[in-house]
């Protein structure tokens, strides 16, 4: 149920990773419509978006799930609007050959060919494999062969023996108005154009058929230009208010007929405030405007639910059901002051019916009602900056009915604004547990247990409560460790500025922090420092006195990748960090996890891949999975940085276990991730792991996943040096950067010069507007994390 609401939703990427989800406890499950089928979906989506090459892969990734036909035709076209019409050729020509392309499809490669300018091998097509073509696929090659040859009377006779299109966006009658445009029968052009509309009463009924579809409107104009006849303004040429709401009615008919009803609703209030002259038009209007209203809710926009659901309680009076709805919209578009108004108003009728009509109110039913309503009154308040006017509501609510759980809710959050953690904690799970549904307590819970420093705790209530908030499956969630995370980013801006604005400082972070200390000189050209070496020196031996030897595994680990990451290599810098690698494998002989790190720094460290065959022989001698506990190494390895030290070791492990999903990723991220081998490498280590159902490798998977898209994130945003002393005329030079570095490898040169003006316009109309936020702390963060809830927006918990 859950994905078919999705895929009614549109949500395609949504609906994916829902079977996904599903295929881990049930690999072998089928799905209507198919997974391919919704991979076809996704990149038809991202087309409409214009975006071609995601459009592409999408459309590939349903091609390689076995769907034929449509897969193709969508490839191909997405190829066409990136300029490769050969690649687009290539692909259908060996699904032609390969007979894999069905014959509903085999036009696509007649179109591509005369694209080509390749007449010749059209011909010997239609000619001499006949039989794979339908009947109206080879009219049509016919008729362009025609108009190739200067025979366009021979093309018309082929052209109107063709009664449908034969791929999506065909429009046959073009071929035929161009045809006999081209013999200058303009009369009957303009017939099957639609350009003589017809009318009623002297006014034009309908949109004329030339605008339905742009290379009709493209012929029109044309015509137009040939002749002077007819004129190509389809509104109503003198008609008065009466006329134009016959039409407007009409058109709202038609497209209530579609089930369009969001459309037909905005075509009626783009009528104005006049009054409503025809009475159907008029009886019409209650019913469209809420089913209109449902179906921008469903669609996700709830705007035009509130803009035609507003009128609707005014005009046919107080509905209580429809101003739930309506709350629930104001809501989302945070229309906060209307929402207030309309809360009130549904309490004081919800109070006149408890007197009016008591049996409609039994049990507990009225005073919960008036509870949970003055909750929502409190948090509308809280949103609006009036945080007495939402204390005196949640009071109120509490007097109506104390055990309420919307009204414990509101009481833990009050309790976390008060920075009273272990009450709030009590209060808002109990409130969980008695059927609370308001998503702020719940993300509130998960940082009580955060300020708590109760990582389990909070684990455990996104078990218990995370369903109802579409919090799923957090076991399987990707999240690194805060001095990893700045690790991670190998870049020493964004470590320092990571480094420095956690709040949680645990010792490897610690250690990070006084490396950054430590820094006496900016980057040079390699992204590395000079050191104060013996601060740096003094600090950290005193931070491993402070802790015990397993703390220091990490801590050691911090130390030394540090170094080696963003230090010059300046005059005592392997003297520096060599007694930290010693001291990390002394402590390997009482922590089997401190081989695996003093393994990972000797494999970061060195260049020479001779010098690592003893140590790494000698450790996996002595690990009952030599083969996982290598792969480990090397997935932790690639994170700080590309490598090739343990290639000769990978290919020797899996000469041995060929079948190792482990090992076969691990192999995967000795290349580059922009190369085929590295993603071909990983999805057969993957399928191989769903296939076991191997939770170990699965998670590895998993985490390989979100690394990739860390640095994929992390490639596009401007340099954190970018912002200091940042003022918002750089502002649109930063944008640029941005677009620069997301598209100058996709797009041609003169065509991301040429676009470039309205990318950037875009982005900066999405950016925030910071200029309420000037005495707010505003720390960098990063695009790095992956899983946790949101914080709220608003509430007693801001």
């Known amino acids: 149920m859950q994905l078919q609401g999705l895929l009614k939703q549109q949500k395609y990427r949504q609906a994916l990773e829902e079977i996904k989800k599903i295929r881990r406890t049930n690999p072998e499950i089928e799905f209507t419509p198919s997974e391919a089928e919704i991979w076809l979906l996704r990149g038809q989506q991202e087309f409409q978006k214009s975006d071609f090459k995601q459009a592409e892969t999408f459309s590939r990734r349903a ?11 969508w490839v191909s076209r997405c190829l066409l609007l990136q300029n490769r019409l050969d690649a687009a050729l290539e692909l259908i020509q060996n699904a032609f050959e390969q007979e894999s392309l069905p014959k509903d499809y085999a036009i696509c490669y007649l179109k591509l060919l005369l694209l080509k300018g390749d007449t010749a091998t059209v011909e010997q097509l239609i000619d001499k494999q006949a039989k794979r073509f339908s009947a109206a696929q080879l009219h049509w090659a016919k008729g362009v062969l025609a108009l190739k040859a200067q025979q366009p009377h021979a093309a018309l006779t082929a052209f109107t023996k063709i009664k449908r299109p034969l791929t999506p966006g065909d429009v046959p009658d073009a071929w035929v108005a161009y045809t006999q445009q081209a013999v200058e029968n303009w009369q009957a052009a303009s017939s099957i154009l639609g350009l003589q509309v017809s009318s009623m009463w002297g006014f034009p009924l309908g949109k004329p058929k030339f605008l339905q579809q742009p290379i009709l409107q493209r012929l029109a104009t044309l015509q137009q230009a040939k002749t002077g006849e007819p004129p ?9 208010s009466e006329s134009q709401e016959a039409v407007t009615a009409l058109a709202i008919l038609q497209m209530s007929d ?17 009054p409503i002259q025809l009475p159907q038009l008029k009886a019409l209007r209650p019913t469209l405007l809420t089913l209109a209203g449902q179906q921008a809710l469903m669609q996700g926009e709830t705007d035009c639910t509130e803009i035609f659901w507003k009128p609707v309680l005014v005009e046919q009076g107080f509905n209580p059901q429809l101003a739930v709805n309506l709350i629930a919209a104001m809501d989302a578009n945070e229309s906060y002051r209307e929402q207030q108004r309309l809360i009130t108003q549904l309490l004081k009728w919800v109070e006149k019916d408890g007197k009016q009509n008591p049996q409609n109110w039994t049990g507990d039913r009225l005073n919960l009602t008036l509870a949970n309503l003055h909750c929502r009154l409190a948090d509308t308040w809280m949103a609006m900056g009036r945080s007495r006017a939402a204390l005196g509501s949640l009071q109120q609510a509490e007097r109506i009915y104390p055990t309420a759980p919307e009204v414990i809710g509101r009481k833990g959050l009050v309790a976390f604004t008060e920075d009273k953690y272990e009450e709030a904690v009590k209060l808002l799970s109990q409130a969980l547990e008695q059927g609370c549904r308001y998503e702020e307590v719940y993300a509130m819970l998960l940082r009580c247990w955060e300020k708590l420093d109760n990582p389990q705790a909070q684990l455990e209530a996104r078990r218990r409560f995370g369903k109802h908030f579409g919090d799923l499956n957090p076991e399987a969630e990707v999240e ?18 990571l480094v420095q604005t956690e709040k949680k400082s645990d010792p490897p972070l610690r250690a990070c922090q006084i490396f950054v200390a430590a820094v006496q000189s900016p980057p040079n050209s390699g992204g590395r420092v000079s050191l104060n070496q013996e601060q740096a020196k003094q600090q950290w031996d005193a931070l491993l006195e402070e802790i015990s030897d397993e703390q220091q595994i990490q801590t050691l680990q911090a130390i030394a990748l540090s170094v080696q990451l963003f230090a010059k290599r300046e005059k005592g810098i392997a003297a520096l960090i060599n007694p930290y690698v010693a001291r990390l494998a002394e402590l390997g002989s009482a922590y089997p996890e401190a081989r695996e790190a003093h393994l990972i720094v000797l494999a970061v460290k060195e260049t020479n891949p001779k010098k690592l065959e003893a140590p790494i022989r000698s450790y996996l001698d002595t690990t009952p999975q030599p083969g996982n506990a290598l792969a480990q190494i090397q997935l932790h390895v690639c994170r700080f940085g590309w490598s090739r030290n343990l290639i000769p070791a990978l290919e020797a492990a899996l000469k041995r276990e060929p079948q190792n999903p482990l090992l076969l990723l691990a192999r995967a991220t000795t290349y580059p991730i922009t190369m085929p081998e590295y993603e071909e490498l990983k999805q057969q280590g993957f399928e191989i792991a769903r296939r076991l159902q191997d939770a170990k490798a699965l998670q590895a998977f998993r985490e390989e996943q979100a690394f990739v898209a860390l640095r994929q994130t992390q490639a596009v945003l401007p340099d954190p040096d970018d912002f200091d002393d940042f003022d918002e005329d750089d502002m649109s030079d930063v944008v640029e950067a941005m677009i620069r570095k997301m598209f100058g490898q996709k797009i041609p040169k003169a065509e991301l010069e040429r676009m470039l003006p309205e990318l950037k316009r875009q982005l900066l109309n999405t950016m925030p507007d910071f200029e309420d936020d000037e005495d707010d702390d505003f720390d960098f963060v990063p695009p790095f994390g992956f899983g946790k809830p949101k914080p709220p927006k608003r509430g007693f918990g801001r």
Do not use: C, I, K, M
């Not at 579609?258 to 006049?274: K, M, S, V």
């Open 63 to 73: 091609l390689e799930l076995g769907l034929s036909g449509e897969a193709h035709y």
């Open 480 to 497: 690194f460790a805060p001095w990893l995370d700045a690790l991670y980013t190998q870049n020493y801006s964004f470590f320092q500025r």
């Open 232 to 240: 190509l303004d389809p509104s109503v040429q003198s008609g008065d």
């Open 258 to 274: 579609r089930g369009d009803y969001h459309e037909a609703a905005h075509a009626l209030l783009n009528l104005g405030h006049r």
